[in-house]
């Protein structure tokens, strides 16, 4: 699109309405694409951000199927006791990992659950 406002720089009639409305399709597009970007990384973010939960999860899952869940209730249940931290500043969704009560609800859940850590 640059090129238009190359060819506007060279053209004798560069006040033409013609010239004017190309130089503004230009800044439109560039705006577009600008916002487009933007909401792209948002939606990555969220995105990687969903994956990086669901890892969690995931790992929890493992780790139960080998040694049982009442060790990692255990575990995360002290943590939750010794650290008195649960991230609370921004929306849930938007934490690479679970509160310390989301994953013993998993927990328990994959308890009573058949074994499908996928």
């Known amino acids: 699109m640059k090129w238009i406002v190359r060819l506007c720089r060279w053209i004798?009639?560069?006040?033409?309405?013609?010239?004017?409305l190309l130089v503004g399709f230009e800044h439109l597009f560039q705006t577009l694409d600008k916002a487009g970007r933007q909401?792209?990384?948002a939606a990555?973010?969220?995105?990687?951000?969903?994956a990086s939960r669901r890892s969690e999860f995931r790992a929890d899952a493992f780790a139960a199927s080998q040694e049982g869940t009442e060790p990692g209730i255990?575990?995360?249940?002290?943590l939750a006791a010794a650290t008195m931290f649960e991230p609370s500043?921004?929306?849930i969704s938007l934490h690479t990992?679970?509160?310390h009560r989301e994953r013993v609800k998993a927990l328990k859940r994959?308890?009573?659950k058949p074994h499908n850590i996928n």
């Open 12 to 20: 004798p009639l560069v006040g033409h309405p013609l010239c004017r």
């Open 39 to 41: 909401l792209g990384g």
């Open 44 to 50: 990555y973010e969220i995105l990687a951000l969903w």
């Open 74 to 78: 255990a575990l995360f249940r002290s």
């Open 89 to 91: 500043q921004r929306p």
């Open 97 to 99: 990992h679970p509160t």
């Open 110 to 112: 994959f308890n009573s």
